[in-house]
């Protein structure tokens, strides 16, 4: 499994705090290991755990957005959400899968496996967010290879990433 992550888990025994939404149910849990995109968690409640839920990592107050990955006899993995996640999927689920997911809700799977429009709504979101992220990657690598180039010409004000529009063809020849 580790070979399909994106950054490598470290081992860790942290306790942590399952919030189950529209619930005051609060489960407790460990983290055994963690990486800025997810963790694993075991709990003797895990089959109380809904797909969805926050999770609040030792003492602290703040709950991250989690979604679980995998499911194991032990425990399950889960992704950590960022917002901007939970907003293309609550767009995506309002314009787009929501019908479907109606209909799907009133005739659910028998065997309780994850159903053909979850899996598309996950892929779905998933591509938008590998998109931004490589977006993002373009942007900071574009901004860092400028500023390399640059240091000896003047110092660099802000460290922060900055959009980069491409300037037409025409407009370069015509100024030079």
């Given at each position: 499994m ?8 470290q ?18 849990c460990?983290?055994t ?15 109380q755990v ?7 990592i ?63 709504l996950?892929q ?19 901004a ?5 180039s ?9 460290s ?8 037409p063809?025409?407009?370069l020849?015509?100024?030079?």
């Open positions: 580790s070979d399909r992550r994106r950054i490598p888990r081992p860790c025994n942290l306790s942590a705090r399952i919030f189950v939404p529209r619930s005051r149910a609060v489960i407790p460990v983290i290991d963690i990486s800025s995109h997810g963790s694993f968690i075991t709990t003797l409640e895990h089959d809904p797909p969805n839920f926050d999770l609040s030792g003492m602290s107050s703040v709950p991250r957005a989690c979604r679980i990955a995998r499911r194991e006899a032990n425990g399950f993995g889960v992704e950590f959400l960022e917002p901007v996640r939970l907003e293309v999927e609550e767009i995506l689920i309002e314009y787009a899968f929501k019908e479907e997911l109606m209909f799907e809700a009133l005739s659910p799977a028998l065997d309780g496996t994850e159903t053909i429009t979850g899996v598309r996950r779905t979101v998933n591509a938008i967010m590998d998109l931004i992220e490589r977006r993002n990657a373009m942007i900071w690598q574009h860092n290879v400028q500023q390399t640059t240091m000896s010409e003047r110092p660099i004000a802000s922060m990433p900055t959009r980069h529009y491409q300037t063809l025409a407009k020849s015509a100024s030079a």
